[in-house]
């Protein structure tokens, strides 16, 4: 299973959190998860939704492990494991404003740390392609960012001059040959990027200390830095390409979290009623 993740691209978290919920059934039956029945299966999910009642991200991260697992290792489609993903919650993402997003990255105290969120705010970067961006992924000449996004996908996204001047700053501390933030070891050691967890515990302490009540977490950037394109009246099929979604639906979501945009089809609506 774990070479067929590696031939599919997948990354190295996707490959531990699959190989922890097979870990995980394999545990709760006792025996090698090649040997659960279909049957079984069907009991399992509702052991995980009515007795443990996880989360659906939670839920929806098994069920793709363990269709993964029986479709293309074991060569055992079940039609029925279909069934068994929980129904989508139609809920819209939390953003920051254009003036809570420097407030927040103003409390984080480190630099590096500082360094890696404003990137990915100002890139609109995931939280992986953020940690492991590299210094050759910076092209200072067409102030662009090479970006490795999901599934071993490449795209470019510009690089504002003042992020460059920040990644700048941030390497001469450390001058990594290998990564644009290592982690806080020795110089023999920087052979990896921050943690993720680490990078997380900044940004929660930071909007505590901002004092922002938002359920904000290191994914709300991203989410900000599209609507506040949006809000700047780029076109939305432009955001979809910085943000290497591959449907507009995904992208379309933005579209329901701009009060700009509310607010012009308020005028709209309003101009509508007024023509008599």
Request: hydrophobic share 40%; net charge positive.
């Amino acid at each position: 299973m774990l070479e067929d993740m590696q031939l599919h691209g997948f990354a190295a978290a996707t490959q531990a959190s699959y190989v922890r919920c097979i870990v995980k059934l394999a545990k709760h039956y006792g025996k090698s998860p090649d040997l659960v029945t279909e049957d079984e299966l069907r009991q399992y999910f509702l052991h995980l939704t009515v007795e443990q009642q996880v989360s659906r991200s939670s839920a929806t991260v098994a069920l793709c492990a363990i269709k993964f697992l029986f479709s293309h290792t074991l060569r055992r489609p079940w039609p029925s494991l279909e069934l068994m993903r929980p129904p989508p919650r139609k809920t819209l993402p939390v953003v920051l404003s254009q003036e809570e997003v420097p407030l927040v990255l103003s409390q984080v105290h480190f630099p590096i740390y500082r360094a890696c969120l404003s990137t990915i705010y100002t890139c609109g970067l995931r939280l992986s392609e953020g940690l492991f961006l590299q210094p050759q992924n910076v092209d200072s000449s067409r102030m662009t960012l090479r970006v490795l996004g999901k599934g071993s996908k490449q795209r470019e996204v510009p690089l504002p001059q003042a992020t460059l001047e920040l990644l700048r700053q941030c390497w001469r501390t450390h001058r990594s040959p290998q990564w644009l933030f290592p982690s806080r070891l020795p110089k023999a050691n920087q052979s990896k990027p921050i943690k993720a967890s680490l990078l997380q515990a900044a940004f929660h302490q930071a909007v505590v200390e901002s004092g922002i009540k938002k359920r904000a977490h290191i994914h709300t950037l991203r989410h900000s830095y599209a609507t506040h394109l949006l809000e700047k009246g780029v076109d939305l099929r432009v955001i979809q390409c910085l943000l290497g979604h591959e449907s507009p639906k995904t992208t379309a979501i933005y579209t329901h979290l701009t009060p700009q945009l509310m607010q012009s089809v308020c005028q709209a609506v309003n101009q509508l009623v007024s023509i008599r």
